[in-house]
């Protein structure tokens, strides 16, 4: 910078403003550059000057621009955005609603088990942070985890007429209990043979997610992972509800219901909304953990069910959702309304459905569970199972294998 001050820039100013409104533009453009050379301005911000004058604290700005300070301080400072990227990717990189709505308990949490570590200050700008705010710091870092999924299911006949249908309008006051299912396929893009499928079950009332890793999409094994989910669960299964793929509308499984006096529906033909409670999953419960790749031997098959185990704990306890409670069409605009983001947990802690005995269990499971530690777990494993996967397809299709197959979290 030259050694003018501002008062000295400003009568500068006053005396070149006249001349150069004036001048033809021959003589405004060598008085502009004798301006620029004089004061060190940019020449698009010499023009502005000369033409309009200094005009409120305009000329101020710049000098505080060339100085590095941009004139409000910032009121999120680096401390404040390193602390809510790791408690952000601890949560597995949640929206803003339900990142703001677990703040302070997971804040808690952390600092609990030696996870954080922030000042006073830190943790009053995350607990007052609005949803639009976290989304807003947190934009630079969301852009990387995006991939397409597949579907192979095969449509069953058998048993459908015995099978009630259950639509998405039939599920406003489920109790906790009743479930929707779908099977996950993991063939990598080769459907050839037999490969792992992963069983999806979601409780519409609370949220409450079991997957579990199964051999094949044989009649017996969803018939067993089912049995292995509705012991797992906080509260009693009362009712099932599925596609009608083959592997489900059969009577190894009508049966199974009957015999446990479970409630089986299902929904209608491609019609993938009347399911939307666990098809909205497949995605973050399946694919975001364990990728797309293909995993067809009893290592994987093992594996995949280990994560899934550290992955209820994680999601059931941490994890908030938003259900929606209301959808109006005002034209054609269609206007959702949904209620505060909670976790399953919490859901589950607040129903009168749900016995007290199994809500002190729930609670006390919860007091001896670290997101941190589950989160680093999770990643753990994931690492292994992407290295199975890497090496078999480098053995068996010569390709060269990238992280893109498993949408795998960098972030902590």
């Known amino acids: 910078m030259p050694g003018l001050d501002m008062r000295t820039r400003k009568v500068l100013v006053a005396k070149l403003q006249d001349r150069y409104r004036r001048g033809d533009k021959r003589s405004k453009g060598k008085l502009l550059d004798e301006f620029v050379a004089l004061t060190d301005y940019s020449r698009c911000y010499a023009r502005r000057?000369?033409?309009?004058?200094?005009?409120?604290?305009?000329?101020?700005?710049?000098?505080?621009?060339?100085?590095?300070?941009?004139?409000?301080?910032?009121?999120?400072?680096?401390?404040?955005l390193g602390a809510l990227k790791k408690i952000w990717g601890i949560l597995n990189f949640p929206c803003g609603k339900r990142l703001v709505a677990i703040m302070h308990e997971v804040i808690r949490v952390l600092e609990k088990w030696g996870e954080l570590r922030c000042t006073k200050d830190v943790k009053a700008l995350l607990a007052e942070m609005s949803a639009s705010t976290a989304d807003r710091l947190l934009r630079a870092e969301r852009k990387k985890l995006q991939l397409?999924?597949?579907?192979?299911?095969?449509?069953?006949?058998?048993?459908?007429?015995?099978?009630?249908?259950?639509?998405?309008?039939?599920?406003?006051?489920?109790?906790?209990?009743?479930?929707?299912?779908?099977?996950?396929?993991?063939?990598?893009?080769?459907?050839?043979?037999?490969?792992?499928?992963?069983?999806?079950?979601?409780?519409?009332?609370?949220?409450?997610?079991?997957?579990?890793?199964?051999?094949?999409k044989a009649q017996v094994w969803v018939t067993e992972a089912l049995d292995e989910i509705r012991r797992?669960?906080?509260?009693?299964?009362?009712?099932?509800?599925?596609?009608?793929?083959?592997?489900?509308?059969?009577?190894?499984?009508?049966?199974?219901?009957?015999?446990?006096?479970?409630?089986?529906?299902?929904?209608?033909?491609?019609?993938?909304?009347?399911?939307?409670?666990?098809?909205?999953?497949?995605?973050?419960?399946?694919?975001?953990?364990?990728?797309?790749?293909?995993?067809?031997?009893?290592?994987?098959?093992?594996?995949?069910?280990?994560?899934?185990?550290?992955?209820?704990?994680?999601?059931?306890?941490?994890?908030?959702?938003?259900?929606?409670?209301?959808?109006?069409?005002?034209?054609?605009?269609?206007?959702?309304?949904y209620d505060r983001p909670l976790t399953p947990f919490a859901r589950a802690g607040s129903s009168k459905h749900i016995a007290d005995e199994v809500k002190k269990m729930l609670r006390d499971r919860y007091a001896t569970l670290n997101p941190a530690k589950l989160r680093r777990d999770m990643l753990t494993l994931q690492e292994k199972l992407y290295k199975l996967a890497a090496s078999k397809y480098d053995l068996v299709k010569g390709q060269k294998v990238t992280a893109e197959g498993m949408v795998y979290a960098t972030a902590s």
């Open 148 to 216: 397409k999924g597949r579907s192979g299911t095969k449509p069953g006949s058998l048993l459908k007429h015995k099978i009630p249908i259950r639509t998405f309008a039939d599920w406003d006051n489920a109790k906790p209990g009743f479930l929707q299912i779908d099977l996950v396929g993991h063939e990598g893009g080769n459907s050839r043979g037999d490969f792992c499928q992963t069983l999806d079950a979601t409780d519409v009332a609370t949220g409450w997610t079991e997957p579990r890793a199964i051999r094949n």
């Open 49 to 80: 000057v000369l033409r309009e004058g200094h005009k409120g604290n305009r000329v101020g700005s710049f000098e505080r621009h060339l100085k590095g300070d941009q004139g409000r301080r910032k009121k999120y400072t680096c401390e404040v």
């Open 232 to 337: 797992q669960l906080p509260f009693p299964m009362r009712g099932i509800n599925s596609d009608d793929g083959s592997e489900f509308i059969n009577a190894h499984l009508f049966r199974y219901c009957q015999s446990n006096k479970i409630t089986f529906t299902r929904s209608r033909e491609n019609r993938k909304n009347d399911n939307c409670y666990v098809e909205q999953k497949n995605y973050a419960a399946v694919r975001q953990i364990v990728g797309y790749y293909r995993y067809d031997t009893p290592e994987e098959l093992e594996l995949l069910n280990t994560l899934y185990t550290l992955y209820g704990f994680y999601a059931n306890f941490f994890q908030p959702q938003m259900k929606l409670t209301e959808k109006i069409r005002i034209g054609s605009k269609v206007v959702k309304k």
